[in-house]
């Protein structure tokens, strides 16, 4: 892609440009080198903004044109990660003033009874995306900069940000996660430092009161790996009890596209046993998304006796048990994920 972008611009430049006095093509060259460097933290850094895996992407092939566009008028060698990231910035910014803020269930209606039926769907455009870590985490070589990026799009942390407006949203982003300096943050959205030191101190309360836990997002330790492969047995059992024995005492469920969501073990229970006949047999693959234990679930399919994707669920542990299950079911996300439709692994015999 920016090898592409970077050709069709290059007959618009030929004939000279105003700004710098470096020569084009060696500005060019560093952008593209910047750009291939840094898009796993351009997709992470759009996906808080915005909430969705889709958009994040769309918000950075924009970003690269706007880059392109404007790289004559670019000045300052040392600073173009910066110049990058603030246009990332202000093309989220642009985007949030045509979308409504994106949520997960617990953020729109009260916890269900267990016995309560799923509904209706509500739009894509609803909800908060699960993100793979291989699109938003580059493969560093320092494991503290792989897990504070691991941490940063985690689920619940990214959906508490969909609550602050954009520019609260922007401000405690690039202040806590990029650690920029409250004047960079003045000078990118021309405001005040006062007013960039006012808008933090109201996101980090609404934050606070969100209840969102920072942890670390470090690889699961060897407690939490048997953690969750008790839970991948229990699950593919479908053995009820020893599930809800893994979940702590008010582990939440919630299930979009659907509001529906679920809080605690005898709501979770009920809804485990009015939904065995449909879950039973299905078979879950770990993946890595939102840097945190995940899994691709697929169901068994009733013609052929293989299996189909189902769902994608992305989990919350806190310490021994699990916290959260966030569980997408939208098969479409296998795709985003780079998952095969049909595991050979899963193929059941015969009856």
Known sequence: MVKDIATRHAGESAHGGRGSSEP????????????????HELVAHCYRMLGS????????????????????????????????????THVCLDMLRETQRRALPMDLTAASPGTAMLGEPLPDSVWVQPMPDAV?????????????????????????????????????????????RASEVAELLETSVVSVNSALQRARSRLAASDVNRRSAELPSDEEQALLARYIEAFERFDIEALVSLLHEDATLSMPPYALWLCGHTALRDWFKQSAAACEGERLVAIEANGSPA?????????????EPF?????????????????????RLFELFQLPATPPVFKRSSP
Do not use: H, K, M
Request: glycine fraction near 8%; proline fraction near 3%; include cysteine.
């Open 295 to 307: 899994f691709a679930v697929y169901r068994p399919t009733e013609s052929d006796g293989g299996y």
């Open 53 to 88: 895996t889709s958009e994040a992407e769309d918000a950075v092939q924009e970003t690269l044109i706007r880059a392109w566009a404007g790289i004559d008028n670019f000045e300052g060698r040392g600073a173009l990660r910066a110049w990058i990231f603030g246009i990332a």
């Open 24 to 39: 084009r093509g060696v500005v060019a060259a560093e952008l593209e080198r910047c750009f291939d460097e840094q898009r």
């Open 136 to 180: 938003a985490v580059g493969a560093g070589s320092d494991p503290a900069e792989v897990a504070a990026s691991r941490e940063t799009i985690r689920l619940a942390f990214v959906a508490a940000l969909q609550v602050l407006p954009p520019r609260q949203r922007a401000v405690l982003i690039l202040r806590e996660v990029l650690r920029w």
């Open 311 to 331: 769902s994608i669920q992305v989990l919350e542990l806190d310490g021994a048990r699990v916290s959260r299950i966030v569980a997408f079911l939208d098969a």
